[in-house]
């Protein structure tokens, strides 16, 4: 399957007050950052089918061992008082910062993000969201690039010093969350995320996962087993 060509089209800039922001009408992708509101494109096709994939599967999975809530775009997050407003496209949640979404957004620093490249996102992803995730402590950080030839996925961990450090993908092309112990994510699926059983791949998962009854996880082993 041939990759989509993504056209590069920059997000518009408005500048108007954060009170401003807030009054706008929902719907689309829009943050504020520094009196400025960022209003992105429209995604493409395979922007929205990695988001899907990898949320469902967060969803369940988070869900299922009851290990906080995941968000996703568009919503937002004050990364801290005064400072920027961004709408991730996928965000978890663990208990401890569970009380920090109120009605309308999240404050502070989620546990793990994960932004997908969209057209004209590049230098926002990688050196904007990544400089401001980083300020304010997201432990995690996913960038998926879906672009043609340039198909890359990098995840970094905040290290001790509360700088953001790469973390490696095995040789069998997965990577293992950090904040979500057992979640896995194999880089192939990103690429062709309508060819992913979902089922196939939460049971796998769950099979492994930390804290299950030894009758679950054969349960899961079984399900896994059947859907191959």
């Known amino acids: 399957m041939e990759a989509p060509t993504i056209v590069e089209t920059a997000p518009r800039r408005k500048g ?12 689309g992708i829009v943050e504020w950052v520094e009196g400025e509101a960022i209003f992105h494109v429209p995604t493409v096709p395979i922007h929205q089918d990695i988001s899907v994939l990898i ?17 996703t775009a568009p919503v937002e997050v004050k990364l801290w008082p005064g400072g920027p407003s961004r709408e991730p496209d996928i965000l978890f949640v663990g208990h ?7 009605d309308r957004r999240f404050n502070g620093a989620p546990d793990l ?3 997908i490249v969209s057209p004209g996102s590049v230098t926002i992803d990688r050196v ?6 980083e300020r304010a402590g997201v432990g995690e950080y996913w ?17 001790d010093q509360g700088l953001f450090t790469p973390i490696d993908i095995s040789d069998e092309g997965i990577y293992t969350a950090t904040l979500l112990p057992g979640f896995r994510l194999q880089i ?9 059983n979902v089922q196939r791949a939460l049971a796998g ?3 492994d996962a930390p804290g299950l009854s030894a009758e679950l996880r054969t349960v899961y082993r079984e399900m896994a087993r059947l859907l191959s």
Do not use: C, N, T
């Open 16 to 27: 108007m007050s954060y009170e401003a922001y807030l009054a706008l009408p929902e719907g």
């Open 55 to 71: 949320s469902a599967l967060m969803r369940f999975f988070v869900g299922h061992l009851a290990l906080g809530r995941v968000l």
């Open 96 to 102: 401890e910062k569970l009380a920090q979404i109120d």
């Open 113 to 115: 993000v994960v932004e």
């Open 128 to 133: 904007d969201k990544f400089r401001e995730y």
């Open 143 to 159: 960038i998926i690039d879906p672009r043609h030839q340039k198909q890359q996925a990098d995840f970094y961990v905040r290290d």
């Open 188 to 196: 192939a699926w990103l690429w062709q995320p309508d060819a992913v």
């Open 205 to 207: 998962m769950l099979a």
